[in-house]
């Protein structure tokens, strides 16, 4: 498709650990250049709208963990689902915006708490991650973008272990001036 993607690491994955991988979500590209920013195996934790998707809903369904926002025993079940996916040796990602904000002018949306409830819950450090180029090459709006290197900066970890939930917002809002940062050095 015409995309280079090139990776600034400041900590590497250790292979055979589990993490939370975190990252902005601006494009349609996201999830495959996640597939290429972690060479650890991982399911992700997604809307499970995308399911009737044609094509794409078939393999979606296959590597994630899906879960109906509005319905509290869904979102109760990622917990069990994930628990199970952590002890297999895998790890999570997540999208914290729950989606693509429609602004243009929003450079990165309000993080939601599920992954960083998850993280504490499981004792995994959280990867921040920010894909600093793929809302140019690749929108969600038709006829935009084109061809280029798509950078990702993989962040230092931040540790959970020995935290509780009333740590949450805390790690949710670190997360998230991290990425935020990085995406503001570009303007």
Do not use: W
Request: one cysteine or more.
């Amino acid at each position: 498709m015409g995309f280079f993607p090139t990776f600034e690491k400041e900590q590497k994955l250790e292979k055979g650990k589990s993490y939370m991988l975190v990252a902005n979500h601006v494009s349609m590209a996201d999830i495959m250049l996640m597939l290429r920013a972690s060479r650890n195996p991982f399911v992700f934790v997604g809307k499970k709208e995308l399911v009737k998707l044609p094509v794409f809903g078939f393999f979606y369904r296959k590597v994630c963990i899906m879960v109906d926002r509005s319905c509290t025993k869904s979102r109760s079940g990622v917990f069990k689902r994930a628990q199970a996916r952590l002890n297999q040796g895998l790890s999570i990602c997540i999208f914290p915006e729950g989606g693509v904000p429609i602004e243009e002018d929003i450079v990165l949306d309000r993080f939601k708490d599920g992954a960083f409830s998850l993280a504490i819950d499981h004792q995994i450090p959280v990867v921040p991650m920010t894909f600093r180029d793929n809302k140019k090459r690749f929108p969600f709006e038709f006829c935009k973008g084109g061809p280029g290197r798509m950078r990702v900066h993989i962040h230092r970890f931040l540790d959970t272990e020995g935290k509780d939930l009333s740590c949450k917002s805390q790690l949710r809002d670190q997360t998230r001036k991290v990425i935020l940062d990085c995406l503001l050095e570009e303007q």
